[in-house]
């Protein structure tokens, strides 16, 4: 069940686990995922600074983020720089490498707009009967540990 984006699997949100994986939640975003959720796992997800290339939450700006909005809008505290708007992938990546941008801008943003990806899907299976069934099948097949 792991999202995979153009044959392109999304690298693991946990540090030493090399792609998302069923048996550990914590490596990846679930579509059934709560708003909560996402912000929890974001918030403890690898993020190193200044290092775009080794980094999953690169991963969700470029196959997830910007292909959906068209652009990453950052929300921020004046004090840290304000709001910016990036159009394009590689902005982010510059301005993150020099250090304009460290995991304390990046995370609450890219977990406020997954939230935003996803919020229609949720509401999709709690307002669709069938829908919930089928998720509660296929929640019933999910490895445990």
């Known amino acids: ?3 995979i ?22 490596s990846a975003i679930f579509m059934e995922d709560s708003a909560k959720e996402v912000e929890r796992k974001i918030k403890k997800a690898y993020c190193p600074e200044k290092d ?3 980094n999953p939450i690169f991963d ?6 910007i292909p959906r ?3 990453f809008e950052l929300k921020r505290p004046e ?6 708007t990036y159009n394009t ?15 304390g801008d990046l995370k609450p943003n890219v977990a406020r707009l997954i939230n935003d990806m996803i919020e229609p899907v949720r509401k999709h ?3 669709d009967p069938e829908a919930k069934k089928i998720l509660q099948l296929v929640n019933s097949f999910k490895v445990t540990r």
Do not use: Q
Not at 60 to 65: G, H, N, Q, R, T
Not at 79 to 84: A, E, L, V
């Open 1 to 3: 069940k792991p999202i």
């Open 5 to 26: 984006v153009s044959h392109h699997m999304l690298k693991s949100l946990v540090k030493g686990v090399e792609k998302m994986s069923k048996s550990i939640p914590d």
């Open 52 to 54: 775009v290339d080794d």
């Open 60 to 65: 969700y700006i470029k196959y997830l983020i």
């Open 69 to 71: 909005f068209g652009k």
């Open 79 to 84: 004090k840290y720089g304000g709001d910016k």
């Open 89 to 103: 992938y590689e902005e982010i990546c510059e301005d993150y490498k020099k250090g304009d941008l460290n995991p």
């Open 125 to 127: 299976f709690e307002n």
